[in-house]
């Protein structure tokens, strides 16, 4: 129906130019005493055909205009499949169009290019930074002091945020190093907690761990991942208390601290790109990427994440691992 008002609109000098030749005639009659009779057989002839042109029309229009309707993206492929022309205007918009589509399609070309250029400066950057980390950590094995286990940790974080862009710059890349397969959780999750002793042990906190006597249909390395950035969080925003790794219903895993815990507000975003929440400001160095990552990887896996959190008692971070088993090929 709004078309068809467009349509009336459009359309309205020629509908109000010939309501004004009917009204001349009528006019011109009246004046000259002929019988009014005379006019108005001819303007209702010519009004009904008047209607079944405009209808037909109207119909033209109305398939022209849903042929235009479903192109969205101005591609050399869609821009060749346009409507033919009718008339100069239309012609003229064409034109425009397609030299508006080679400029976007040359603009697009140039911007991959940059992007694709920037991708492989930060994977090499990301791959060449780690041959100085290990040689730094294997230096630091020779020397146990409260100042080398000091910089043992600081450069495990290190090491973190580089292994985050790796996994930030692999995350949309057309070819993923996905291998899908039967694991075992408790062995994955072991692996990822030895990663953290040191940090346990420093900070006084205590871990609570139940075997979880499962297998999972996963990666093992992104979901290391997953779990590494959680621990890392809760580690982070648990200045006292214990860390509980349990599993709960079926295939779910929950990672439970009892740290500062999260503001209402502020749980329903989390998992937002750069959104880092009331902590994260207090903190300053939260970049808001890390859960964004584990929501996208857990994505991509087939997986689940949410968070339960009570402010000042503490969050639990709940993956559900058993959806993966949608994608197991």
Same mark, same amino acid.
């Given at each position: ?8 609109? !459009? ?30 057989? %001819?303007? #209702?002839?010519?009004?009904? *055909?008047? *209607?079944?042109?405009?209808?037909? $029309? ?24 346009? %409507? ?9 918009? !064409? ?14 070309? =140039? ?29 630091? !094995?020779?020397? +146990?002091? +409260?100042?080398?286990?000091?910089? @043992? ?15 930030? /710059? ?13 694991? +075992?959780? $408790? ?14 042990? @420093?900070?006084?906190?205590? /871990? ?14 992104? *979901?290391?991942?997953?779990?590494? !950035? ?9 200045? @006292?208390? @214990? ?24 749980? %329903? ?7 880092? #929440? ?5 903190? =300053?160095?939260?970049? #808001?990427?890390?859960?964004? *990552? ?36």
């Amino acid at each position: 129906m709004r078309l068809f008002f467009k349509y009336i609109k !459009q359309r309205r000098r020629g509908i109000a130019m010939g309501a004004v030749f009917c009204i001349i005639f009528l006019v011109t009659f009246l004046m000259y005493h002929l019988p009014a009779g005379a006019i108005f057989y %001819p303007a #209702g002839l010519c009004i009904f *055909l008047g *209607l079944i042109i405009m209808t037909a $029309d109207f119909w033209r229009v109305k398939r022209k205009h849903k042929m235009l309707e479903s192109i969205h993206n101005l591609t050399d492929v869609i821009t060749g499949s346009f %409507p033919l022309a009718d008339g100069i205007e239309d012609e003229d918009y !064409q034109q425009i169009i397609h030299f508006i589509a080679e400029e976007h399609n040359e603009y697009r070309t =140039k911007a991959n290019g940059r992007y694709s250029n920037m991708i492989d400066y930060y994977t090499v950057w990301a791959h060449q930074i780690k041959t100085p980390i290990a040689s730094m950590r294997l230096h630091l !094995q020779n020397e +146990d002091s +409260d100042f080398s286990r000091k910089l @043992s940790a600081d450069l495990f974080r290190i090491e973190q945020y580089v292994e985050m862009v790796l996994m930030f /710059l692999r995350l949309d890349s057309e070819s993923t190093d996905y291998v899908i397969k039967e694991y +075992d959780l $408790d062995s994955i999750v072991k692996q990822t907690i030895k990663k953290f002793t040191g940090e346990f042990i @420093s900070r006084g906190l205590s /871990l609570k761990y139940e075997p979880l006597d499962t297998t999972v249909i996963t990666d093992e390395k992104w *979901l290391s991942f997953v779990i590494e !950035q959680v621990l890392s969080n809760a580690l982070k925003y648990t200045p @006292s208390g @214990s860390i509980t790794i349990t599993l709960e219903a079926e295939k779910k895993l929950c990672i439970r601290d009892t740290g500062i815990g999260i503001s209402p507000e502020d749980l %329903p975003r989390i998992f937002e790109n750069g959104y880092t #929440g009331y902590n994260g400001r207090t903190d =300053k160095k939260a970049s #808001g990427i890390g859960l964004y *990552l584990c929501k996208r990887i857990c994505g991509n896996l087939g997986h689940s994440i949410k968070a339960e959190s009570v402010v000042d008692k503490g969050t639990a971070i709940i993956i559900d691992l058993e959806q993966a088993k949608l994608g197991e090929e």
